[in-house]
């Protein structure tokens, strides 16, 4: 009873402020999109697709602190202060890296990236400009995504929430205002929504410099910076590069939806887009345990309690079940509230939003279980590969070929193609269950 206690404590306070922090960061993309709808429906569209950008940069920091989280719990859970440090160091280089790259395709050639996901001229025409904009933000991130990353792995969870969450009520709050020009300034549209995400990543990396500054934390340190420890970091390239492949395979996928989905119409794409924004938000929860469950089972695994790691491992896939099925219940309960929030689409892409939410809620239990076991349990011991070889079946050999030729070849219904696409999470579960029962995942892996 006492350990279940202690289980269920620690649970809690990751999962909460995670949740939250997750829901805080879905909020803006629902602000931007409910915003923007009030203008019109081409804005919502050409932003939803323009945003595909950062989905595909987001795909790396997942992977990154998904690396990151592998040695800096066990190392955490060990006590070992120095070796967390260090890896937050090799974890920074290659963000900021990747986020340089980001900023200069989306700066320099962003008609180029809009053409990718869609080829209607008026989409592309007001995507342009948002993406020169928010380019910015993206160096800023670079930074900040993995400085609170180490926040939640070294005992700041409530603290790295509450900066994660100020950067987003900022973002909201600015959306308001130079999206539709109140208190004096200039009605910006889809200009000031971007504007709106680069001043809050600004204000969120200033948060992270000061919490850096601080003595009694675990921080950026200048020797490590020039010299970091090799063992180290081939172990992060070890764990990090089967993740970064798993991300990219899965998220490049995932992107071909929206590709897929840009090329039947502005209807399917506003209707789609709305429909993702409602998954990120109620799906909060869901990816606040699969990143609470990286970390438990990551210190039991660091610590040496291989035992206790298995049993808290079967106790997060049954509450990532339940969780699954309350989402996607809790979903379909809030449908009729969100059809009416989205009364500024046309008749057609409210038709297909309605049915899409159904879709959404059913999706639901495969994202919850596959997040906490696949990006949780499974990486906090080093089993990293399974989740790449996984999504390459999955999307690549399965998903996508489907629905490309159920759109362009068959030219099945769009709902009908939106329902195929929606079986991702589905089809990989009786692989995930049995790779589970292997029990690969429990190791530590800490360096002795």
């Known amino acids: 009873m006492k350990e279940n206690k202690t289980f269920y404590k620690k649970l809690i306070a990751l999962v909460l402020p995670i949740a939250v922090q997750n829901l805080m960061t879905a909020l803006v993309s629902a602000s931007d999109a409910l915003m923007l709808g009030f203008l019109d429906q081409s804005s919502l569209s050409a932003v939803s697709l323009a945003t595909q950008v950062q989905f595909v940069l987001n795909l ?195 992107t071909m939806f929206s590709v897929i989905m840009g090329h039947l119409g502005d209807d399917a794409v506003a209707a789609n887009s709305i429909a993702n924004i409602v998954k990120n938000i109620i799906a909060c929860v869901c990816l606040g345990i699969g990143t609470g469950s990286g970390i438990i089972v990551g210190n039991e695994l660091g610590i040496g309690n291989l035992e206790q790691a298995r049993n808290y491992g079967r106790k997060l896939c049954t509450i990532a079940w339940i969780a699954g099925v309350i989402s996607g219940i809790f979903l379909l309960l809030c449908s009729p509230f969100i059809l009416n929030f989205a009364d500024n689409l046309s008749d057609q892409a409210h038709q297909y939003l309605h049915t899409m939410l159904y879709i959404c809620a059913y999706y639901m239990i495969g994202k919850s279980i596959n997040s906490t076991v696949v990006a949780g349990i499974f990486c906090s011991g080093g089993d990293t590969r399974f989740g790449f070889l996984c999504d390459i079946v999955t999307m690549w050999i399965i998903i996508v070929p489907i629905g490309m030729i159920s759109a362009f070849v068959w030219k099945l219904p769009v709902l009908v193609v939106y329902f195929l696409l929606s079986l991702d999470e589905f089809v990989k579960l009786p692989a995930v269950y049995r790779h589970y029962k292997q029990y690969k995942w429990v190791k530590n892996l800490t360096i002795s």
């Open 60 to 254: 790396f920091y997942a992977a990154l602190t998904i690396g990151t989280t592998v040695l800096a719990a066990q190392y955490w859970g060990k006590g070992d202060r120095v070796s967390v440090e260090k890896v937050l160091v090799v974890s920074l280089k290659i963000s900021v890296l990747i986020s340089g790259l980001f900023f200069l395709a989306a700066s320099c050639c962003p008609e180029l990236l809009m053409k990718i996901f869609t080829n209607e001229p008026m989409l592309i025409e007001l995507g342009i400009p948002y993406l020169r904009i928010v380019s910015w933000s993206y160096l800023f991130m670079g930074v900040s995504q993995i400085y609170l990353c180490i926040m939640k792995n070294s005992g700041r969870t409530l603290r790295s929430t509450i900066y994660g969450s100020t950067a987003v009520i900022l973002n909201i709050v600015l959306n308001t205002v130079l999206i539709f020009g109140l208190f004096g300034f200039p009605k910006l549209e889809i200009a000031g929504a971007a504007i709106a995400t680069v001043i809050s990543r600004a204000v969120e990396l200033i948060l992270v410099f000061i919490e850096n500054a601080k003595k009694d934390v675990v921080r950026v340190r200048r020797e490590f910076l020039i010299s970091s420890s090799p063992e180290l970091k081939k172990d992060f390239y070890r764990y990090t590069t089967p993740v970064l492949a798993n991300e990219l395979v899965w998220g490049c996928g995932f």
